[in-house]
């Protein structure tokens, strides 16, 4: 059974950090591409950042590129999200999960950041 359990959000002011974790189970970590994707209110669920399964390549989506690094662990199945210089458009639900999507990855209850003064 698959379970992805996200957390280290919170409150932070404008231009702060946050470091999410996330900690995986259930199948096998270590040969998986793992993303970050987060979801504001009233869009659509984004993909933010993407790791390679040994942790070599990573991508990241034009807005978060320079201010967000992912890594990965995979002794320990838990990827993560350094993020800095927060803006408060980057006000989301944060998950993670593997890249590409697959239906049979059902999600976790994902963290909430919220950048606000």
Known sequence: QV???ESGG???QPGGSLRLSCAA???????NAMGWY???PGKQ?????????GGGSTNYAD???GRFTISRDNAKNTVYLQMNSLKP???AVYHCNIVPYD???SWGQGTQVTVSS
């Open 3 to 5: 379970q992805l359990v």
């Open 10 to 12: 919170g409150l932070v």
């Open 25 to 31: 189970s259930g199948f096998i970590f270590s040969i």
């Open 38 to 40: 987060r979801q504001a």
């Open 45 to 53: 669920r984004e993909l933010v950042a993407r790791i390679s399964n």
């Open 63 to 65: 807005s978060v590129k």
């Open 89 to 91: 458009e980057d006000t």
């Open 103 to 105: 239906l049979g990855y």
